[in-house]
């Protein structure tokens, strides 16, 4: 049924597109039917260029320009909602490659391939493409503008709103900063700035309330220029830092110690390497002992079939190495949800310890201690020798101490494995949990200044390291009036967090580099704008409920838009310190840059002189 559908598709766009050498006419006087073509005014001037459409294909256009005294010059409508002035390839176009290039992932080469294969073969140059996908987020950054009155419109009919307000960023390149709409997931505004600092992001904040309402909260990460900014802009605006964020920072530092000293113990003893050249001896033993008469048995004992064959060194092997991969598997413990949530190296210490006991079990009968393995018996001494290691144990107590100090904190913020599915799930709480949340968090602060204050608690200091953030953040953890009824509490960023992680999916999947800098740096801050195609909502409001008519609004965009030369002059890719090519390609350029550092050391004022 699919192929069908697609053959007719396929001979209907071809049915439907125009032949290549055929010419149209665009006359203002034939669009508006005018029953006097003198009366539209005079001919002004005729241009002509070759329109390239995805859905009509290549042909000749061409414009005829009107004129009347005391009025502006009068151009064809019809060409305008095709084609962005001055250029050759139509909104339709410019869409598709946006959509599947920013949205969907797919390489420019990919595109370039799948338009030269459609019915009517379309043939455009991949630095074409590269400009088209400028041009599409020129016009969507537009498109965002002219919609935010229906969006104003949209909230504000919604009541109370939360902002989610987060930053992403690659090693060396600019931020680039959104603000979301919590309840409907839509990014309301995106700025790239060269830093995460107060006043930028307070202009973002500002130019958001001005455009869409001031919110009645804000939602942020632990940045104190995050903070900072939103009382510098939005004054009397309550703000909150986001739970996942605060747990995952008092993990991180209750595992500190213990993770550093566990892990520095258990280079020294070489414990994970010695594992490795056993079970790479073992591996090759059993590989080549396995024949056609000496067969694996282990999974057959272990399924509960009779196997006859007594305990002998080859079993022992595979007992071994079973212990081996057991130990291995490690991370299975965990629910995926990454450091400091799921301490790896605590888990590692976990199996280590209990494969000993296990072997310590397995040798305990005489009988089949004699036929094991030297290399089960080398296992058991090196598990042993971890376990009793002095500094092995006291950074493993330690751990498990400030595991449980960090159990207690995600419980109060129920942020356990129960409650995480994934690492970046929204977290929302219905209205209704919110006072008993800040209950438990008002007992756990308590119960925690207690046990800092007792000089006998041997977890004192690991009490203090929760408690200092607990206090630092204690105004900005709980609203103090709670939500509406009905309405769930927002309490995590991760949500916008995930727009993000998304985008950065989308940019690896279309070019396959892991890094993004050159990304980030030639991006222009609309990209951020791009998650909203995806979100029904926005769809709904800015386009109707489509996709499919986002060319014809792009073009709408287009009318008020400015110049695009002009706009991407501005947005080119440009890194930190980088001059532009006109002044690096002047004839005497380093003369020139001797002379203007003289120059300013001489008239400068003493007190920003330079000092290396």
Request: charged fraction near 25%; proline fraction near 5%.
């Amino acid at each position: 049924m699919s192929q069908l559908s697609r053959a007719a598709t396929a001979e209907f766009e071809q049915a439907i597109a125009l032949p290549q050498a055929v010419l149209l006419n665009f006359d203002v006087a034939y669009e508006e039917s005018v029953v006097d073509v003198a009366a539209a005014g005079s001919v002004f001037k005729t241009s002509r260029r070759t329109v390239v459409s995805l859905r009509l294909g290549t042909f000749q256009a061409r414009e005829i320009v009107r004129h009347q005294d005391g009025e502006r010059s009068r151009r064809s409508a019809r060409l305008a909602d095709m084609v962005p002035p001055g250029s050759r390839y139509g909104f339709d176009l410019v869409a598709h490659v946006g959509i599947e290039s920013l949205l969907r992932g797919q390489s420019l080469d990919e595109i370039r391939r799948d338009l030269a294969g459609r019915p009517v073969p379309i043939d455009v140059p991949i630095s074409t493409l590269w400009d088209q996908q400028r041009k599409f987020l020129f016009y969507l950054g537009h498109l965002h503008q002219r919609a935010t009155g229906l969006i104003r419109k949209y909230l504000a009919e919604r009541g109370d709103t939360t902002w989610l307000l987060d930053g992403t960023v690659e090693c060396g390149t600019p931020v680039f900063l959104g603000i979301e709409d919590a309840a409907s997931g839509m990014i309301l505004a995106g700025r790239k700035v060269p830093s995460e600092n107060a006043d930028d992001i307070a202009s973002c904040l500002r130019e958001g309330g001005q455009r869409y309402g001031q919110p009645t909260r804000v939602l942020h990460d632990l940045s104190g220029a995050m903070s900072g900014a939103c009382d510098l802009a939005l004054p009397g605006v309550s703000h909150f830092v986001c739970h996942y964020h605060l747990c995952r920072d008092v993990g991180e530092d209750l595992y500190e110690s213990p993770q550093s000293e566990l892990m520095k113990r258990l280079r020294s003893l070489k414990v994970l390497a010695r594992l490795h050249e056993q079970r790479k001896g073992q591996t090759q033993f059993l590989r080549a002992a396995t024949t056609s008469e000496a067969r694996l048995v282990l999974t057959e004992l272990l399924n509960g079939q009779a196997v006859q064959a007594p305990f002998h060194a080859t079993l022992g092997r595979e007992v071994l190495l079973a212990l081996h991969y057991w130990i291995l598997d490690h991370r299975a413990d965990g629910s995926r949800c990454g450091f400091p949530f799921d301490p790896y190296t605590l888990y590692l210490h976990r199996r280590l310890v209990r494969a000993g006991e296990a072997v310590d079990r397995l040798m305990a009968r005489a009988a089949l201690a004699q036929q094991a393995p030297p290399a089960l018996v080398n296992f058991q001494n090196l598990l042993r020798e971890y376990r009793t290691d002095a500094q092995i144990v006291a950074a493993s107590r330690l751990y498990e101490r400030a595991f449980a100090m960090f159990a207690r904190l995600r419980v109060v913020l129920r942020l356990t494995s129960e409650h995480m599915d994934h690492q970046r799930q929204p977290h929302d709480l219905p209205s209704g949990e919110q006072q008993e949340l800040k209950t438990a968090l008002d007992q756990l602060r308590h119960e925690l200044q207690k046990q800092s204050q007792d000089q006998s608690d041997v977890d004192r200091g690991l009490a203090k390291i929760v408690l200092t953030h607990l206090d630092k953040y204690w105004a900005h953890l709980v609203p103090y009036e709670p939500n509406a009824a009905g309405a769930s509490w927002k309490r995590t960023t991760n949500q916008l967090e995930r727009h993000w992680g998304g985008m950065k999916r989308v940019r690896r999947r279309a070019h396959g580099r892991g890094k993004l800098v050159r990304d980030f740096l030639s991006l222009p801050e609309e990209y951020l704008l791009v998650p909203n195609l995806e979100n029904p909502i926005y769809v709904e409001l800015v386009l109707g409920g489509s996709l499919e008519s986002l060319p014809a609004r792009l073009a709408e965009a287009s009318r008020d838009a400015g110049s695009f030369a002009a706009w991407n002059r501005g947005h080119r890719p440009c890194l930190v310190g980088q001059l532009s090519r006109r002044l690096l390609r002047r004839d005497d350029f380093i003369n020139d840059l001797i002379k203007a550092c003289h120059r300013h050391c001489r008239t400068a004022p003493p007190d920003v002189a330079y000092r290396p």
